[in-house]
């Protein structure tokens, strides 16, 4: 099974809630969206940036959206008891059961 794996750092001069990670990070899916639809021309704005700049602005918004993401798992495992490592193993078996994901290590 191919992966990506990102180690993203936890945010030590926040205090972050559920609630306010949870905004922040549809803004950040936003802001990502936004960018891709600025690369693709759905903006309803001539694209003035070349294709590498908006594949730049689109790669450091993606980022921005899994810091947040990985924020939101530290909120979950120190306030409310969460194992982020549980919830992974039953998230790849979903995949797998929904047939998105095969196991070619059979």
């Known amino acids: 099974m191919q992966k990506k794996i990102v180690a993203l750092p936890k945010l030590n001069n926040l205090t972050p809630s559920l609630e306010s990670t949870a905004l922040k990070l549809m803004e950040e899916a936003g802001e990502l969206a936004q960018a891709i639809g600025k690369l693709r021309g759905m903006s ?63």
């Open 44 to 106: 309803g704005e001539r694209s003035v940036v070349g294709e590498v700049e908006a594949l730049d602005c689109i790669t450091r918004e993606l980022l921005d959206v899994a810091q947040t993401a990985v924020s939101m798992m530290f909120v979950l495992e120190e306030k409310y008891g969460v194992s982020i490592e549980k919830a992974l193993d039953e998230h790849i078996d979903k995949l797998m059961s929904k047939g998105y994901l095969v196991d070619k290590q059979e």
